[in-house]
């Protein structure tokens, strides 16, 4: 019954594990698209966005690797190396879990510095836009699809030395076609030829929206998910055996068999009164 016992545990163990695996994959895949949509805007997005959607891609691939490899382990004949993998998993996790929570914390400070960072490349990448072939292309992208003009409003445009400081570029209108915005500025009105909401503020509300969606409908869940999933763990790493005597600390303070046979020895040997 003993070994009934144990081998369903290692199996719900295993269970959990691949779980776990799953989670990791996730936040593979959804880091993933974080850095696609970050390199989308990579001319205009400072090195740290990159460096952080780096670290939650790096952690998937972690999460995913280890617990596959404990989950392997878990059912092998010899799970000597299970503990092992154990410990550095949790420690994966509670990393992340961690960091997890400094973003969440920190994410309003964390929002308007990059405002205010993109917000000085868009200026600057406006500034060249009549020199600078990869900046004229980049904005005309830009504008067309989001439908909007300039960083701010489309009056950037009249002091960013483009053209006659009173031109937009095509891009901008409702309707894009050559010339179509000459003398946007002398327009009595504009928002009839053209998109007059500057691209920043709209870019800035979706990745706003798309952080708070993340955090609710994907980080959430796979962090209570990991939760979940590690206390039935550990719970049946407990049940099948796995913890006694493998955690490396109970390994180090435990004496051995032979220490314990010559304790053993010492009291079973006669007692000799001295003369």
């Known amino acids: 019954r003993k070994m009934r016992v144990k081998t369903t545990a290692e199996y719900v163990a295993f269970g959990a594990l691949l779980f776990i695996t799953v989670t990791g994959l996730a936040l593979l895949v959804l880091g993933a698209c974080m850095l696609a949509w970050a390199a989308y805007l990579s001319p205009w997005m400072p090195s740290w966005v990159f460096v952080t959607l780096s670290v939650v891609t790096g952690t998937g691939v972690a999460v995913a690797a280890t617990s596959a490899a404990t989950a392997i382990a878990t059912i092998a004949p010899k799970p000597q190396a299970a503990h092992k993998l154990l410990v550095v998993l949790l420690i994966i996790l509670g990393l992340e879990i961690f960091a997890a929570a400094f973003v969440t914390v920190r994410q309003p400070l964390w929002s308007v510095k990059l405002y205010k960072q993109v917000e000085e490349n868009m200026q600057d990448s406006l500034a060249v836009y009549s020199t600078n072939r990869s900046s004229a292309a980049m904005w005309d992208e830009i504008q067309f699809e989001v439908s909007c003009c300039g960083v701010l409003q489309y009056t950037d445009w009249f002091v960013s030395g483009y053209s006659d400081d009173s031109s937009v570029p095509d891009a ?78 109970m390994v180090a303070i435990r004496p051995s068999s032979s220490s314990i046979n010559k304790q053993h020895a010492v009291n079973a040997a006669p007692y000799t009164p001295m003369a």
């Open 172 to 249: 901008c209108c409702l309707l894009p076609q050559p010339g179509c915005g000459q003398g946007i500025r002398h327009s009595p009105d504009p928002e009839d030829q053209i998109d007059t909401q500057g691209c920043l503020p709209i870019l800035s509300s979706a990745w706003s929206k798309s952080f708070h969606t993340l955090s609710n409908e994907a980080l959430l869940p796979i962090a209570i998910i990991q939760v979940i999933m590690v206390t039935v763990l550990l719970l049946s790493y407990r049940q099948a055996g796995l913890l006694n005597g493998h955690v490396p600390l």
